[in-house]
């Protein structure tokens, strides 16, 4: 059964690092997102993709995050200078028609 | 986005149905009643949705209520792999829209 992959599933940093968070989405799907999840609280929508651009974006998603879709497998999520409230699950997901949306394990980022 | 109202947390036993309820009050009438469950710290996984028809697939069964104010989720036969949270989401139907997580249910089976 396909399903959505995420790489590193650990990452560690540096305060003020940039980091990148890869994803390969389910080959065929058109709509892509992430999220993420601080310890302890809520799933939150950081953004979607689709054809090419974001469709929408939270508040989280200042002018320190940026998504690409550098080839027609990955997605990437990357921050260019990290924070401590940075430090969270983060979740790639993708759906076909975008009704269900398939999510991937998480890449776990921890901001020292 | 329509909020949505579940109880914290809820006990069933291992081989008996668990009925999962959630109020969608203001839900408006093009959205869709999504549910998710998320086991421990793994990506978010969809169960199943529904507009105003009872749904039922591999996995569950959803029972929206005539006047869409609320709906049931159904776990036929719980299983210990079960226990998780489980988030009743209201959404629109158009593909780039988010899912909006709520703090969700915390369902536990017992042996």
């Known amino acids: 059964e396909p399903e959505v992959t995420q790489t590193p599933s650990h990452q560690v940093t540096q305060m003020g690092q940039e980091v990148i968070l890869r994803c390969v989405p389910i080959?065929?799907?058109?709509?892509f997102y992430w999220y993420r999840q601080i310890l302890g609280q809520k799933v939150e929508f950081l953004v979607s993709?689709?054809?090419?651009?974001?469709?929408?974006k939270s508040e989280i998603f200042d002018d320190q995050f940026s998504v690409e879709r550098p080839d027609g497998s990955n997605f990437t999520l990357k921050i260019r200078s990290t924070k401590l409230e940075d430090s969270a699950m983060y979740f790639c997901a993708s759906s076909d028609r975008g009704n269900e949306q398939f999510f991937g394990p998480g890449t776990r980022l921890t901001v020292l | 986005d329509a909020k949505t109202t579940q109880p914290t947390s809820m006990d069933c036993a291992e081989g008996r149905a668990a009925n999962l309820p959630c109020n969608h009050s203001?839900?408006?009438?093009?959205?869709?009643v999504y549910w998710y469950r998320q086991i421990h710290s793994q990506g978010p996984q969809y169960i199943i949705h529904?507009?105003?028809n009872n749904e039922t697939n591999e996995m569950a069964s959803l029972i929206i209520t005539e006047d869409r104010k609320s709906s049931t989720l159904i776990l036929p036969h719980a299983t210990l792999r079960d226990t998780a949270v489980y988030y009743c989401i209201v959404r629109g139907y158009f593909g780039n829209e988010k899912l909006t997580f709520g703090t969700g249910t915390r369902l536990t089976i017992i042996p």
């Open positions: 529904g507009l105003k």
């Open positions: 993709f689709y054809n090419n651009e974001i469709s929408e």
């Open positions: 080959s065929n799907h058109l709509y």
């Open positions: 203001t839900i408006s009438g093009n959205e869709y």
